[in-house]
């Protein structure tokens, strides 16, 4: 029996999603679980199993579409499956949706995660059983990280044919995975997938390496960043790795995120970049706060030289053991402390009822530059953590949100923001708010910079701290209370053992 599988809403509400790479093919032979598709929301990108057992009879969307949720997605023959043909799924939220396929067992399973759209509902009403497909109950095939040796589904899977009106220079021929499907196919089609995991994988994609020529230096042969950068440099390039890209055409390749990389300017002199996913949910989410909430931005230089030296000072210590500790912490630490102090900046305009939400506790949402695009996860509860364990949540939430497996949970629900603008060399900066905000506190670039101590001038070590505020919410006199508090606590930093 033929079964489609919809597009389910990975996230809380989400109405769309774009299709970014197929680990499968038509006449492949699936399992339940097992990873079949990378999809990209507006929050985060999403790997999703198969619900069904069966043989992959259609793709009934090609990679790089943008599909509405409840939009079938691939069609899977089921076999030993009744021929009771299944009502047609409404397109409502996905999490309403019925069971797609439950194996029959003697004894319960253990639970297994299941994504929102689809799998065991707890306190669903039982159905009846179904033929038991071929597949082994409770087992978790490879994911396409780390797949099984030899390869798996997908390894020869098709890409769609080259867009049309972009044209490629003079000279550069049609990469393998650019072709039409009635072009032949490449010579290395079908050959076993490398072991490479998802960041590499976009490393070497935006780069042009062709994986499957590489032999990995990691365990087990796994492909590492240093083994893409070096096949790069000897000029190693190619048909990247088929699983997990999509649209690269040679002279221009599409992230995930949308942004192309360039070998040689297109002959009209222009370059076109779909907005998609993380890029399109920022510019709304933006446009909606610049143009809703009315902005304003306070600026405040701050000798921080104290607070350098407690940096080194905790990275000395025990409890910091293996967690980066950067001068962003007592940043983190100090903002938190001061909406202790002034709890009405840590809240949000509720357009509707006419009303401020003063919220508890404290989401420290930190921006983080990754691959696709800005995101700012979230930590929740960061007031209540101590020195170290919000090290420990920055780190780890940041290494997450980078690697690109922040989850749609990580990314909602903050309540006031920091970003650190002098990663990148830069002084200030007048930030825009997060949708629902009421603040967010950028932290530029430390300098030794001439300063007055005492009446005497000496060279310390300096920051600029800006502020923007929504002034519905935030008066001049709250923002600058904060902004005050905040540089005070960075000048001296036993302020905030004293304020807290």
């Not at 089921?78 to 409502?92: L, N």
């Not at 404290?362 to 919000?390: F, S, T, Y």
């Not at 070590?461 to 006199?477: A, N, Q, Y």
């Amino acid at each position: 029996m033929r079964k489609e599988f919809r597009l389910p809403d990975v996230g809380e509400g989400l109405t769309e999603a774009d299709i970014v790479a197929w680990h499968v093919k038509p006449g492949d032979t699936v399992t339940i679980n097992q990873i079949i598709v990378d999809i990209e929301t507006a929050k985060a990108v999403v790997e999703l199993p198969s619900p069904y057992a069966g043989t992959v009879s259609a793709l009934l969307v090609d990679a790089g579409q943008t599909v509405d949720v409840g939009t079938p997605i691939i069609a899977v023959d089921v076999p030993g499956a009744d021929d009771t043909a299944e009502p047609a799924a409404d397109p409502a939220p996905a999490a309403e949706q019925e069971t797609p396929q439950e194996v029959p067992q003697e004894t319960p399973p253990a639970r297994q995660p299941v994504l929102v759209g689809y799998g065991v509902k707890p306190g669903s009403t039982s159905r009846r059983p179904r033929k038991k497909p071929p597949t082994r109950p409770g087992s978790y095939p490879a994911t396409p990280s780390m797949p099984a040796a030899g390869g798996g589904p997908g390894a020869g899977a098709p890409f769609p044919p080259f867009p049309a009106g972009i044209q490629l220079p003079p000279g550069i021929p049609v990469p393998p995975r650019a072709r039409s499907a009635g072009q032949a196919p490449s010579p290395g089609q079908g050959r076993p997938r490398a072991l490479a995991k998802p960041p590499v994988r976009r490393l070497a994609r935006d780069l042009g390496v062709d994986l499957g020529g590489l032999a990995g230096s990691g365990p087990e042969g796994l492909v590492t960043r240093e083994d893409v950068e070096r096949a790069a440099d000897a000029g190693h390039v190619g048909g990247a790795d088929q699983a997990g890209a999509t649209g690269h055409a040679g002279a221009t390749g599409t992230t995930a995120a949308g942004q192309v990389r360039q070998a040689g300017a297109p002959a009209s002199g222009e370059e076109r970049i779909p907005v998609r996913g993380v890029r399109k949910h920022t510019a709304a989410a933006m446009v909606a706060s610049a143009f809703t909430a009315p902005h304003v931005t306070e600026f405040l230089q701050v000798d921080v030289t104290e607070t350098m030296a407690a940096t080194r000072r905790a990275r000395e210590l025990p409890e910091f053991a293996g967690i980066k500790v950067s001068p962003l912490l007592f940043v983190a630490k100090a903002l938190l402390i001061a909406a202790g102090r002034h709890p009405m900046i840590n809240s949000s305009w509720d357009e509707d009822a006419q009303e401020i939400v003063v919220k508890r506790p404290v989401n420290l949402g930190i921006a983080v530059a990754a691959e696709r695009g800005l995101i700012v996860p979230n930590v929740k509860g960061a007031d209540a953590l101590p020195l170290a364990g919000l090290a420990h949540a920055i780190d780890e939430l940041a290494a997450t949100a980078r690697a690109g497996k922040a989850t749609p949970a990580d990314l909602t629900g903050g309540t006031i923001t920091i970003t650190n603008v002098g990663v990148f060399g830069v002084d200030t900066g007048t930030p825009i708010l997060m949708p629902g905000e009421a603040a967010i506190l950028a932290f530029g670039q430390v300098r030794d910079m001439p300063w007055v101590v005492a009446g005497e001038l000496a060279v310390r070590k300096v920051t600029t701290l800006s502020l923007s505020f929504d002034h519905r919410i935030v008066d001049g006199e709250l923002g600058s209370a904060v902004l005050r508090d905040v540089g005070s606590m960075l000048e001296d930093p036993v302020r905030m053992v004293a304020w807290s």
